[in-house]
């Protein structure tokens, strides 16, 4: 399936909250945000936040869209890192009727080759509870290599949790230059 990210607008929220609610069973474990009945309201503080972030340039969050039909599939996103030590990180979701099809995989890539046109950035990490095996497959799958477990760095509404830490690395892309513009 191909996909294409692009920001979020206000006219997505009542879309994003149903997916939301769709997925539940395969969020909660892992989202400490998705709860039941999720509201567009939601959806619509979320999207103002992130746009808030875009503009100064502290993440890129997206809506993943089937490029056939433009039906919403889920989100994902970089967030990049604001102080030397702090790793840029990639984090995503799909909706539970379109998951196992490659979606989460396209978008990781395309949000990897986004980060890594940035000179600063080398390393660009995910992090995925220790038990959320669908997450760390794709994780692999991107090429990311397992760097190791650590308590803590994942909190859930239970608590924190072990997260298995993951990095792509820049020198594992072709990463194609900005495309030249008059």
């Not at 039906?71 to 196992?100: C, D, H, N, T």
Request: aromatic share 10%; charged share 25%; net charge negative.
């Amino acid at each position: 399936m191909e996909i294409y990210l692009r920001p979020m607008l206000t006219t997505d929220a009542a879309e994003y909250a149903t997916a939301i609610n769709e997925s539940l069973s395969s969020l909660q474990p892992w989202m400490s945000w998705a709860h039941e009945d999720y509201q567009p309201e939601e959806a619509v503080e979320w999207f103002r936040l992130i746009d808030r972030q875009r503009e100064k340039g502290e993440a890129n969050e997206m809506s993943i869209f089937a490029a056939s039909d433009h039906r919403f599939l889920g989100a994902a996103g970089i967030r990049y890192g604001q102080m030397p030590e702090e790793q840029s990180a990639i984090g995503y979701w799909v909706r539970q009727k379109e998951q196992r099809k490659g979606v989460a995989h396209k978008a990781v890539m395309q949000l990897a080759r986004e980060g890594f046109r940035r000179p600063e950035i080398n390393i660009i990490e995910i992090l995925a509870a220790e038990n959320n095996h669908a997450s760390r497959a794709v994780a692999l799958s991107c090429g990311a290599r397992l760097i190791g477990l650590r308590y803590g760095l994942i909190v859930m509404e239970q608590g924190p949790v072990t997260a298995a830490i993951y990095h792509l690395r820049r020198e594992d892309f072709v990463v194609e230059p900005p495309a030249f513009r008059l």
